[in-house]
């Protein structure tokens, strides 16, 4: 019954910036993982970077060498919402973005650690 709804995505001039959010809902969390991934066409689903749900650990980020600095994952534990704030977007992060859950911050880059997987937003940036 778990559900993940996402929201946000959209076509973007290059340098711009998105926002995407995504809505867990059917349990509750307590330390689990909320994680992004991104899916260019032709290519594999790849790790963008996950966040801890545990509101009592603030350091569990992790990104992407291809999005650091330029993306950011936050959370809002009272209304079981994750985003992604994307901000100076490039060409080569077109892809269809997702969120996901999964049962701890360990392994976090791993599509296989992840037990609930949102329907996708497609991320479009032109040139």
């Known amino acids: 019954q778990v559900q993940l709804v996402e929201s946000g995505g959209g076509l973007v001039r290059a340098g711009g910036s998105l926002r995407l959010s995504c809505a867990a809902s059917?349990?509750?969390?307590?330390?689990?993982?909320m994680g992004w991934f991104r899916q260019a066409t032709g290519k594999e689903r790849e790790f963008v970077t996950a966040?801890?749900?545990?509101?009592?650990?603030?350091?569990?980020?992790y990104y992407a060498d291809s999005v650091k600095g330029r993306f950011t994952i936050s959370r809002d534990n009272a209304k079981n919402t994750v985003y992604l704030q994307m901000n100076s977007l490039k060409p080569e992060d077109t892809a269809v973005y997702y969120c996901?859950?999964?049962?701890?911050?360990?392994?976090?880059?791993?599509?296989?650690?992840?037990?609930?997987w949102g329907q996708g937003t497609q991320v479009t940036v032109s040139s």
């Open positions: 966040i801890s749900w545990d509101p009592s650990r603030t350091d569990y980020l």
């Open positions: 996901a859950v999964g049962p701890s911050i360990g392994d976090c880059d791993s599509t296989a650690h992840y037990e609930h």
């Open positions: 059917g349990r509750a969390f307590s330390s689990s993982a």
